[in-house]
C-alpha cells in the first residue's frame, strides 16, 4: 500500500516536472489566440464590461456576417488565395531549383553563393521598398497582383534556397551521376529524381512561404490601387480605419485571416516540429 | 568540374541569380542614386549631394526614429533568443505529447501580421483589455501600455516575444546535432545539468544562437513596420516611431523620396556592419558541413 | 554633363526602357474617395446616376477609409504615374500635389461648361482651390465644424438644447452635467464630448478667441500660437480635458474613440464637420441634432471642403471632367447631399430641400448655412498636412496633460517653422 502510495506520488512528480511546465507554456502561447476569438464573439456597441471576460455573455456570431456585408472580404479572400498560391508554386520552384544547382557547384563558387545568399537574407525588406516601387512603377506592374507575387522570382527569401540546399547536400551525389549518366537531363533529374527526395523541405519551404504571402501587409498597401484587387491584410486595415475600436469586428475579420494560416500550420507543422520524434 | 555541369548548375541558379539581380542589386542602386537627390515622385529627381543627409542630420525625428529602432533590436532580440532557447531546450526531449506543446509554442508565430497587431491592441487595451484585469486581480500595476509614452515601446517587445516560432524550431535542429555521447561521457565524468549545459550545450549551440541572433536583427528592423501602423500610428509622442515607418512617411507622405532613399542607406550601412561582424566571427560560417 | 547626373540619368533610362503599361480604354475612368461606408453609400448613387445619364463611361469607384491613408494611396499613385482620374482631395491637401504640377487646372473645363459656372459656387469654398491664379479642383461641399448632440441625453439631464448662439461657458456648464459615473466606480461611465486634439479643432477657438493661426493668411511663414488670443483659446481647449475632464482621456480614448462613444449613446456632444451625418443617420439609435460652434469672444467657423481633383497623369481627362462636371451639377450635388454627406457648395442646392430637408437629421441644418458668413480657410501650403501632423502631436501631449500647455505651443510653433519655407 504504502509502496503503491509512493510510486503514484513519484509518476506525479515525474508527469509534474515533465508536463506541468510545458502545459503551462502552450496555455500561455494559446492566449492571444483565445483571446481573439473570445472577443469576435461579443455583440458590438454594448457597453464594455470592467471585469476580465473569458466567454462573452450573450454571444453572437453576427459579426462573421456583418464584416462581408462591410467590406468585399469574399473578393479580398480570393484575391489572398490567389497571390499566395502562385507565390508560393513559384517559390518551390525556383528555391528549389537554385537550392539544387547550388548543390552541384563547386566548393569555391558555392561557399560565395553561400555568403552571397546570407548577406541577402540580412537586408531589411524596408531598405528597398522605395526602389521597387519605382522600378515596379517603370514596369507597369505596380497595380497587379504581380507586384506581389515578384519575390518569388528570386525564391523569397534565401533561406528557403539554404533550406533547399542543405536537404540536396545530404543526398550521395552519385545518385544524379548515375541518373545522368544515364542520359536525363539536368532538369528531369531535379524533377524526377531530387525533389521527391527532398519531400521534408518542399513541406517546410511550402509553410514558411504561405505566411509569407498570406500575412503580407506592406506590398499591397504600397502596390495596389484598384479595391478589386485587394488582399485580406488589407481588408483588415480598412475595417480598422472605419471604425478603430470596434474590437468585436475587428476580431472577427482577425479570425477569418487566421484561420486558413492555422489550416495550413496543421497539416504541414510535422514536417517543420516533428521530424525528431517518429 | 566540367563545364558543362557547371553550366548546367548555373542554368537551375539563374531564376534565382535574376531575381536577386532585379529585385535587390537594381533596387540597391536605384537607392543609392536616388539617396542624393530632391525627388518627389512627380517630376524627375534632381541631384542635391549630401543635403538628404545634411537634413537628416538636423532633424530630431530622424534620430528618435534611429534610436527607437536600436532600442527595439537591443530589447527584442536577446529577450526573443533567450525564449527560443527556453522553449527548445524545454520542449526537446522526444516524449508523449511533444509535438502538442511545440505546436502551441508555434501558433502565435502563424496569426499573419495585421490580425496579430490588432489582436495585441485588443489584449492592452488601457481599460477593457485582457491583460490589465488579469495584472488587477493579481494586485500587479496597470499600465495603459500602448497609450502610455513611456510603455508603448515596451509593449511592442513584449508582444514580438510570443512569435518566436521560426527561432524555436532553428535551436531545435541545433539541438538535434549536438552529439549524445557528449552528454554520454559527461554524465560519466560526474558533471551536473548546469555544468552540462555550460560545456556542452551552449558552446555548440553558439554558431546558431549568433546567427540567428543576425537574422533576428535584420529582421527586427523590418518587423516593426506593421506593429507602429496599425497599433500607434509611430505614437504616442513618437514613440513608436520607427525606421521603416519614418521611410514610408517621408516618401508617402510627405513627398520626400530622397530623404526617404538616404534613410535606407543608413539602415542599409547599419545591417552590413551587422553582417559583417558575423563574417568576422566565424571564417567558414560553419554552415557548409551538414 | 557632370558624371554624377549622367550615372542618374544612366539609371533612369534604362529603368525607362522597360515597356510602360497601357491600360485603361477611353470609355473608362476610376474615381478615388474616402469616407465611411455610408458616405460611400452616398458616392455610389452618384456614380449610378451618371451611368444613366452617361452610359457610355463606366465608372470604378476606389475608397480608402482613412484620410491620412488617401493621401499617401494617392501620393503613390502619383509616383507610379497611375492615379485615379477623379480623386477627391481636401483643400488643406491639395496643394502639396498641385506645387508639383500633378494636377490639372480646370478653369478652361469649368468656362467652357453649360452646366455650371463658378458664380454658382460659394466663393468661400471655391477660392481655397484657386493655387497660384488657377483653379485645381471643384469644391464639392462647404461645410464646417459643429456640435452633435444626443438630444435624448439632454433630456435626461433635463438641460436645455443649445442656443444658436451660445458660449463656451454655456458649453461647458452643459459638458460638466452630462458627464457622468452612472455605475459608481468613480470613473465616467458617459463624457459629456468629444473632441480631437488636432490644429483643425484648436484654429476656430483661437479665431474665436480673436487671435490668427498663422502669421499671413496668404503667404504665412509661422504659426502664430504664442499670442495672448491662442493662450486664452488654449486654456479653454485643453482645460476640457485636463481640468474639467469632460472629455475622455488619452487611455479612454484608445479604448472606445469618442465617435464610437457618442454612437452608442455615452458621449453627450461630438464635434466634427457634416461628413459625419450619413452615418449618424444609419446607427445613431437615439435623437440627435446639431447644434453651432460655441462662441468666445466674436463668432468664428473653419471651413472643410474637398474637391474633385483632375491628376495631370489621367489617360481620359475628358470623360474624367465629364464626370466631375455632372457631380457639382445640382443634378450630381443633389444626390450627394440627400445623403446627408455635404453641405453643397452650388448656392441653390444648399438651398434647396435636398440639404433643409427637416424630416431627414439633424433637423437643424440651417445653421451650417447661417455659419458662412463667419467661416475662416485654413492657409493652403504645399507642407500644411504636414504641418498640421507635427502641429497635431504637441496639442495632443498639452490635451492629454503630458506637456505644458503654452510650452507644447512654442514647440509646435518652432518645430513647423523650417516646412513654411517651400524649395522650389
Redesign the interface.
Known amino acids: 500500500m504504502k509502496i503503491k502510495l509512493l510510486r503514484w506520488s513519484s509518476l506525479t512528480l515525474r508527469f509534474l516536472s515533465g508536463h506541468l511546465l510545458p502545459i503551462l507554456i502552450s496555455g500561455l502561447f494559446l492566449l492571444p489566440l483565445f483571446w481573439m476569438l473570445s472577443a469576435s464573439l461579443r455583440i458590438p456597441g454594448t457597453p464594455p464590461t470592467r471585469t476580465l471576460e473569458w466567454v462573452p455573455q450573450p454571444l453572437t456570431f453576427g459579426n462573421y456576417v456583418s464584416i462581408f456585408h462591410i467590406l468585399p472580404l469574399g473578393r479580398y479572400l480570393l484575391n489572398s488565395a490567389f497571390v499566395t498560391l502562385t507565390g508560393v508554386l513559384l517559390t518551390l520552384l525556383t528555391a528549389s531549383l537554385a537550392g539544387f544547382g547550388m548543390s552541384r557547384l563547386g566548393p569555391r563558387a558555392r561557399l560565395r553563393l553561400l555568403i552571397l545568399s546570407i548577406i541577402l537574407q540580412m537586408i531589411p525588406v524596408s531598405a528597398l521598398w522605395l526602389a521597387r516601387f519605382v522600378f515596379f512603377a517603370r514596369l507597369g506592374i505596380s497595380n497587379s497582383h504581380w507586384a506581389l507575387i515578384a519575390p518569388a522570382l528570386m525564391g523569397t527569401s534565401p533561406l528557403f534556397i539554404l533550406l533547399f540546399y542543405w536537404t540536396f547536400r545530404r543526398i550521395d551525389p552519385a545518385i544524379f551521376e548515375t541518373a545522368q549518366l544515364d542520359g536525363a537531363s539536368v532538369i528531369k533529374v531535379w524533377w524526377h529524381i531530387a525533389l521527391p527526395l527532398a519531400r521534408p523541405a518542399l513541406m517546410a519551404v511550402g509553410m514558411l512561404a504561405f505566411f509569407f504571402y498570406w500575412n503580407d501587409f506592406i506590398n499591397p498597401l504600397l502596390y495596389l490601387r484598384s479595391q478589386n484587387l485587394y488582399t485580406l491584410p488589407v481588408g483588415l486595415l480598412q475595417l480598422q480605419e472605419m471604425d478603430k475600436t470596434n474590437w468585436p469586428l475587428l476580431m472577427a475579420a482577425s479570425v477569418l485571416i487566421t484561420l486558413p494560416a492555422l489550416a495550413v500550420f496543421a497539416t504541414l507543422q510535422r514536417a517543420v516540429l516533428w521530424w525528431d520524434v517518429e | 568540374m566540367t563545364s558543362s555541369s557547371r553550366r548546367q548548375a548555373l542554368l537551375l541558379l539563374s531564376p534565382y541569380l535574376l531575381g536577386t539581380l532585379l529585385l535587390v542589386i537594381l533596387p540597391a542602386g536605384i537607392s543609392f542614386a536616388l539617396a542624393f537627390t530632391r525627388y518627389n515622385g512627380v517630376t524627375p529627381p534632381v541631384f542635391n549631394g549630401a543635403q538628404n543627409f545634411q537634413y537628416m542630420w538636423r532633424e530630431p525625428l530622424f534620430r528618435v526614429a534611429l534610436i527607437n529602432s536600436v532600442l527595439f533590436i537591443t530589447q527584442a532580440v536577446p529577450l526573443r533568443l533567450l525564449g527560443a532557447l527556453g522553449l527548445a531546450l524545454l520542449l526537446n526531449r522526444a516524449r508523449r505529447g511533444i509535438g502538442v506543446y511545440r505546436a502551441a509554442a508555434y501558433l502565435p508565430t502563424v496569426i499573419p501580421d495585421v490580425a496579430y497587431a490588432l489582436v495585441w491592441t485588443w489584449i492592452l487595451n488601457p481599460l477593457y483589455g485582457p491583460l490589465n484585469f488579469i495584472l488587477a486581480a493579481l494586485g500587479l500595476p496597470t499600465p495603459a501600455w500602448l497609450t502610455d509614452p513611456a510603455w508603448a515601446l515596451r509593449s511592442i517587445v513584449f508582444m514580438s516575444l510570443f512569435q518566436i516560432g521560426e527561432g524555436f524550431v532553428i535551436l531545435l535542429a541545433g539541438l538535434r546535432h549536438i552529439p549524445r555521447e557528449l552528454y554520454e561521457s559527461a554524465q560519466i565524468d560526474g558533471a551536473g545539468r548546469l555544468h552540462q549545459f555550460f560545456h556542452i550545450t551552449l558552446p555548440l549551440l553558439s554558431p546558431w544562437l549568433i546567427l540567428l541572433s543576425i537574422r533576428d536583427i535584420a529582421v527586427s528592423f523590418q518587423s516593426t513596420f506593421t506593429p507602429a501602423y496599425i497599433m500607434t500610428r509611430g505614437g504616442p509622442y513618437y514613440a513608436t516611431f520607427f525606421t521603416p515607418l519614418m521611410i514610408y512617411e517621408e516618401a508617402f507622405n510627405n513627398l520626400r523620396f530622397g530623404t526617404g532613399a538616404a534613410l535606407t542607406l543608413i539602415v542599409f550601412a547599419v545591417t552590413l556592419c551587422l553582417t559583417l561582424l558575423a563574417y568576422f566571427a566565424f571564417d567558414d560560417w560553419g554552415l557548409d558541413e551538414n | 554633363m557632370?558624371a554624377?547626373?549622367f550615372?542618374?540619368l544612366t539609371?533612369?533610362l534604362l529603368?525607362?526602357l522597360?515597356?510602360?503599361?497601357?491600360r485603361a480604354p477611353s470609355n473608362q475612368i476610376?474615381f478615388?474617395v474616402f469616407g465611411?461606408?455610408a458616405e460611400l453609400a452616398a458616392y455610389q448613387s452618384l456614380v449610378q446616376a451618371f451611368s444613366k445619364t452617361h452610359p457610355e463611361i463606366q465608372v470604378?469607384?476606389?475608397?480608402?477609409?482613412?484620410q491620412?491613408?488617401y493621401?499617401?494611396?494617392l501620393?503613390?499613385?502619383?509616383?507610379?504615374?497611375?492615379?485615379?482620374d477623379v480623386v477627391l482631395i481636401n483643400y488643406r491637401r491639395y496643394a502639396?500635389?498641385a506645387s508639383?504640377?500633378?494636377l490639372t487646372p480646370m478653369d478652361e473645363y469649368l468656362s467652357d461648361s453649360k452646366i455650371v459656372s463658378r458664380e454658382d459656387f460659394y466663393p468661400e469654398s471655391f477660392d481655397p482651390f484657386i493655387w497660384e491664379g488657377q483653379l485645381m479642383c471643384i469644391p464639392q461641399n462647404i461645410s464646417s465644424l459643429v456640435v452633435y448632440y444626443n438630444k435624448d441625453l439632454f433630456r435626461a439631464a433635463n438641460l436645455p438644447f443649445p442656443a444658436d448662439d451660445w458660449t463656451w461657458d454655456e458649453f461647458l456648464t452643459a459638458a460638466q452635467a452630462l458627464t457622468r459615473d452612472t455605475?459608481g466606480?468613480s470613473t465616467p461611465?458617459q463624457f459629456g464630448a468629444g473632441l480631437e486634439p488636432s490644429l483643425i479643432r484648436f484654429a476656430p477657438f483661437v479665431w474665436q478667441a480673436g487671435g490668427e493661426l498663422v502669421d499671413d493668411a496668404t503667404q504665412p511663414t509661422m504659426l502664430l500660437l504664442d499670442s495672448t488670443e491662442a493662450f486664452e483659446a488654449a486654456d479653454f481647449f485643453f482645460s476640457l480635458q485636463n481640468v474639467h475632464h469632460v472629455v475622455p482621456n488619452?487611455?479612454?480614448?484608445?479604448?472606445?474613440?469618442s465617435e464610437?462613444r457618442f454612437?452608442?449613446g455615452?458621449t453627450a456632444m461630438y464635434f466634427n464637420s457634416r461628413r459625419g451625418v450619413p452615418t449618424y443617420r444609419e446607427s445613431a439609435a437615439f435623437d440627435w441634432d446639431v447644434a453651432a460652434l460655441p462662441r468666445g469672444k466674436t463668432q468664428a467657423g473653419i471651413l472643410h471642403t474637398d474637391g474633385y481633383c483632375l491628376p495631370s497623369a489621367s489617360k481620359n481627362k475628358d470623360a474624367a471632367w465629364t464626370f466631375i462636371e455632372f457631380a457639382n451639377s445640382p443634378e450630381g450635388q443633389t444626390i450627394v447631399a440627400a445623403s446627408g454627406r455635404t453641405v453643397p457648395s452650388l448656392m441653390a442646392v444648399a438651398k434647396s430641400p435636398a440639404f433643409l430637408d427637416s424630416n431627414k437629421k439633424p433637423a437643424n441644418s440651417s445653421i451650417f448655412l447661417d455659419s458662412i458668413p463667419f467661416i475662416r480657410a485654413l492657409p493652403v501650403h504645399p507642407?500644411w498636412?504636414?504641418i498640421e501632423?507635427i502641429a497635431g502631436?504637441e496639442l495632443?501631449?498639452a490635451f492629454y496633460g503630458?506637456a505644458d500647455p503654452y510650452e507644447a505651443l512654442f514647440r509646435a510653433i518652432a518645430r513647423t517653422r523650417e516646412l513654411f519655407v517651400v524649395?522650389p
Not at chain 3, 18 to 22: M, S, V
Not at chain 3, 60 to 66: F, M, R, T, W
Not at chain 3, 250 to 257: F, H, I, L, P, R
Open positions: 557632370k554624377r547626373n550615372l542618374l539609371i533612369f529603368a525607362s522597360l515597356p510602360a503599361c497601357q476610376s478615388m465611411d461606408p470604378e469607384l476606389i475608397h480608402i477609409p482613412g491620412a491613408d493621401r499617401k494611396r501620393a503613390a499613385d502619383l509616383t507610379a504615374g497611375a492615379p485615379a502639396a500635389f508639383i504640377g500633378a455605475n466606480d461611465d488619452a487611455a479612454e480614448e484608445s479604448a472606445e474613440d464610437s454612437l452608442n455615452r507642407n498636412a504636414e501632423d502631436e495632443r501631449s503630458d524649395i
